[in-house]
Nanobody, 113 residues
Framework: VQLQASGGGLVQPGGSLRLSCAASGSIFRVMGWYRQAPGKQRELVAI???????NYADSVKGRFTISRDNGKNTVYLQMNSLKPEDTAVYYC??????????WGQGTLVTVSS
């Protein structure tokens, strides 16, 4: 199983970025994104269960949108109105309930002027 994330980069405050994560080797019921800022613990950003309701961290509600393309086994994270506090390494994750989580390699998002 591999999760390949892409789309990070440097963006100014108020800008937008779109992250992508393609899974190979298995089909997952749940796919999503976590992030880890320097000196902080990894935290949930958004989760998208297949056929279920998405869930967002309060800090990103209304600004970020998670979506899935099940045909491509890919999860996306559209990030708008980015703030400096969104700066972090973003990790995609995928799992089937009751089984282990798989993680992508992380993609760095830096929000700075």
């Amino acid at each position: 199983v591999q999760l390949q994330a892409s789309g990070g980069g440097l963006v100014q405050p108020g800008g937008s970025l779109r992250l992508s994560c393609a899974a190979s080797g298995s089909i997952f019921r749940v796919m999503g994104w976590y992030r880890q800022a320097p000196g902080k613990q990894r935290e949930l950003v958004a989760i998208a269960p297949s056929g279920g309701s998405t869930n967002y961290a309060d800090s990103v509600k209304g600004r970020f949108t998670i979506s899935r393309d099940n045909g491509k086994n890919t999860v996306y994270l559209q990030m708008n109105s980015l703030k400096p506090e969104d700066t972090a390494v973003y990790y995609c994750t995928a799992y089937n309930p009751g089984y282990r989580n798989y993680w992508g390699q992380g993609t760095l998002v830096t929000v700075s002027s």
